[in-house]
């Protein structure tokens, strides 16, 4: 038991840094531009929105290839993981090139649909102009990161994050003001630092995969393969993303009260998600390799083990979002309606957070496991219940706060649906490839 304990914060613990660095460099950019003046940071809220919702539904790009490296290992082959990490970092490239050419022709009507002012939508076409031509990079560290994490190493993504940050605030600091490029030059600068940090960790798995002799030219049954895999994870995050934007848009209908205390709390409610995220990740290291091995009484024990991590995680977190919040919410907003508003989400938002440590872990599983029509399967059946859950509470005017019970309803239903999953045996395909 402590030795698994031991193994899951050796993955889970870089891996959480690892992941608190993107909301980091978005956080630097911010601080930077909202210097500039108003305009450009609005135009850094709508494009920046943008540009993480077109990289956000590539996630599967690292889990998937998780999944599938960590199996190979398990199974004992090494050179077919590191082959298998080599075809998701084409399927990377190739969507990001296409992602990357669709979003320089589309940056005009994406601005334009969310209504700014001309000044604003001028600096955030400017901005996600930009901003496209690093997709292609990002995806490649989404992949990348998928690979060193199937390979059971979540420390180099950890530093390579790290320097990434640094390098973007000092890229900023010196294309904003040094050279005085406005919010084109904080666009730059973080593409640069994304670009940095892709090539380094795609140098660190083609290294490993000439070390172990592993192919490097694209194999376009392997592309495919990876392709295929990766749309029910692709189905599955994009159900998750319309439940979040659903809760945002009835806060929004609610009022300027309700939407600004909506907009705290969901930002911690993030945060908190990170540090579960993280577990989620070490399950579905561990997950793939056990299943890699053929150990169907490791995996239930390894997923038992995770599942009691995600409860105490989420009553940990629970109690300091609500425990602490007369520390930090006078941080955010001075206004008293708000400040009320904003006491009474955290409560609900807390009471919750247990069951989202079990959504996060069981999530991590099952993707660990190669599970993943199910997971689209079960985000689709989560998503249809929250729907009339959501907008009731608009019909009936019950308030942001009512609305915090219902996400927290739709996080139980996708408990429940991963739950039912979990009980079975199904899901435990054993061997190198499921």
């Not at 600091?173 to 919010?183: E, Q």
């Not at 997950?287 to 053929?294: H, K, N, S, V």
Request: one cysteine or more; charged letters at 10%; a neutral charge.
């Amino acid at each position: 038991m402590k030795d698994q304990d031991r193994e899951i914060l050796r993955l889970a613990v870089p891996a959480f840094f690892a992941l608190v660095s993107e909301p980091l460099m978005l956080l630097a950019d911010s601080a930077i531009v909202g210097h500039l003046g108003t305009p450009q940071l609005a135009a850094l809220g709508v494009a920046g929105t943008i540009l993480q919702t077109l990289v956000g539904v590539c996630v599967f790009l690292a889990y998937g290839t998780t999944s599938a490296v960590a199996r190979r290992i398990g199974a004992g082959d090494h050179r077919g993981a590191l082959a298998q990490g080599i075809d998701g970092l084409w399927l990377a490239l190739l969507l990001g090139l296409v992602l990357a050419l669709a979003g320089l022709a589309l940056a005009p009507a994406a601005i334009g649909a969310f209504d700014p002012s001309p000044d604003v939508a001028g600096h955030a076409t400017t901005y996600l102009r930009i901003s496209c031509l690093g997709i292609p990079s990002m995806l490649l560290l989404l992949a990348a990161t998928g690979v060193l994490r199937g390979l059971q190493d979540t420390r180099t993504p950890m530093v390579v994050a790290i320097a990434a940050n640094l390098l973007n605030i000092a890229l900023n600091l010196l294309l904003v003001y040094g050279l005085d490029l406005d919010i084109a030059g904080s666009a730059m600068g973080t593409v640069l630092a994304q670009t940095a940090a892709g090539v380094a960790l795609v140098v660190v798995v083609v290294r490993g995969a000439r070390r172990d002799g592993a192919k490097l030219r694209p194999d376009r049954p392997g592309i495919l393969a990876s392709a295929q895999s990766g749309v029910p994870l692709f189905v599955r995050t994009l159900t998750l993303r319309v439940g979040i934007v659903l809760t945002t848009f009835v806060a929004t209908s609610i009022g300027t009260t309700s939407v600004a205390a909506h907009q705290v709390a969901f930002t911690l409610w993030s945060l908190l998600a990170l540090a579960l995220d993280a577990i989620a990740i070490a399950a579905q290291a561990l997950t793939g390799r056990a299943l890699g091995a053929g150990d169907v009484e490791g995996t239930r024990t390894i997923t038992r083990r995770m599942m009691w991590w995600g409860l105490w995680s989420g009553l940990v977190g629970g109690i300091a979002l609500w425990g602490l919040h007369w520390i930090y919410v006078p941080w955010f907003t001075e206004d008293p309606a708000v400040r009320e508003t904003l006491a009474a989400i955290l409560l609900v938002a807390a009471l919750w957070q247990p069951v989202n440590g079990v959504v996060f872990v069981l999530d991590g599983v099952l993707i660990g496991a190669g599970d993943g029509p199910y997971l689209a399967v079960a985000g689709i059946i989560a998503l249809i219940l929250f729907v009339p859950l959501a907008l009731s509470v608009l019909w009936l005017d019950g308030g942001v706060v009512a609305l915090w019970w219902a996400f927290g309803g739709y996080m139980l239903a996708r408990l429940l649906t991963l739950l039912v999953r979990e009980r079975r045996d199904a899901w435990m395909v054993t061997g190198a490839v499921r």
